[in-house]
C-alpha cells in the first residue's frame, strides 16, 4: 500500500518536467507575493491554469503541376491530388508555480484570499506564509499543492480548503515538511485528496463539509503526524462513509489530539471519522494518553487490515 502513495509522489513530482517550461519561479530570497522582482519571469505567477494556446503549423506549400511530356495523355481536369495542410497542433501552457528556497509573504489584507488553481510546488526548504486579514486559503478547481520538505504555515487563515466544484490535492512529504494552520481548519470538499507521507501536518479540527451526493473526501496518514488543538467533534468534522481520515496499511502515522481525551476518540472511531485500511475497525488503533492532557493515536503492530 505504501508503494502506490510513493507512486503517486513520484507521478507529481516528476511529470512535471513537461510543465516547467512555463513555470514561474520564486527567485529565492525571503519578500512579499506581490513583487514582481521576485519571480523569474518579472511577473506574478498566475493562481489559475492558463488556457491552452494553440499553433497552427504553416501549411505546405501548394505543390505545382508538372506540364505532360511531348506525346503523353493529358491528365483529365481535376486529375492532380488536392494539397491537405497539416492538422493544428494544440500546445498547453499550464501555469506552475514553484518555491525553491526563501519565504514568500502574502499579505491578506491587500491580497485578499489566496485561491490556487494551478499547481504550486515547494521544494529545498521554501517556505510560505500568510499574515493580515481574514481571508482564507483554497486548493481547489485542479489545484495541487506539493509540499516537500518546505515550511506552508497558514498564519491569519482561519480555513484551508481543499476542493470545491472540482477537486484540489495536497501532498505533504520530507522529514521537515510543515503545513500548519494555527488560526483554524483544514477542510476537505467534494473529491478532495491530501495525503501526509511524512513531515507535520496541524490545525485547530479537519472537517469534511460541502459534500455533493457521489463525492469522497480522504485525509490519507500513511505517515508523518497530524495535531489537531480544538476539543470539539473528536478531532473530525462531517466524517462519514464517503469522507474521513484514513491509515492505509502499513501506516506509521500519529495523529495528537492535544485537548480530546480517549472518551471523544473512541467515539470517533466507532463512528468512522478515523478509519484503517478505508474501514471502521476501533480495535486497530492504539490509544494513548499524552501528559498533561490530550492523546495520541496510532495502529496497533498487531492489527490486520
Known sequence: MMTSFRVLFVSLVFS??????????????DGDWDDVKSWTKNTLPELQVI????????PAKPTTAVPPKPGATPAAPGALKPVTPP????ITTPSVIVLGGGTVTWHADRQGDFSLEAPLLMTKKAGWKQ???????????????TLTDAVFDGGTSANFIVGETDPGHVLV???EAVLS????????RRNATFTVLSGNVSAQLISFDDMAEGTQ????LAGGTLTLSSNAYGGVYGGGEHHYINFPTGSKAVIVLTAIE????????????????NRINPAAFKVEPREGSGVKVTIDPLARP
Not at 16 to 29: E, H, I, Y
Not at 217 to 220: F, K
Not at 262 to 277: A, F, H, M, T, W
Open 217 to 220: 473526501a480522504v485525509l490519507t
Open 181 to 188: 494552520m494555527p488560526a483554524g481548519e483544514i477542510k476537505l
Open 173 to 175: 512529504s520530507g522529514l
Open 262 to 277: 480517549s472518551d471523544g476518540i473512541y467515539e470517533q472511531l466507532e463512528k468512522g471519522g478515523i478509519r484503517y485500511n
Open 51 to 58: 488556457a491552452p494556446v494553440k499553433k497552427t503549423t504553416a
Open 87 to 90: 492538422a493544428p497542433s494544440t
Open 131 to 145: 499574515l493580515g486579514g481574514p481571508a482564507w486559503i483554497f486548493v481547489r478547481n485542479g489545484g495541487s499543492l
Open 16 to 29: 512535471v518536467p513537461s510543465l516547467l517550461l512555463a513555470q514561474n519561479s520564486w527567485k529565492g530570497r
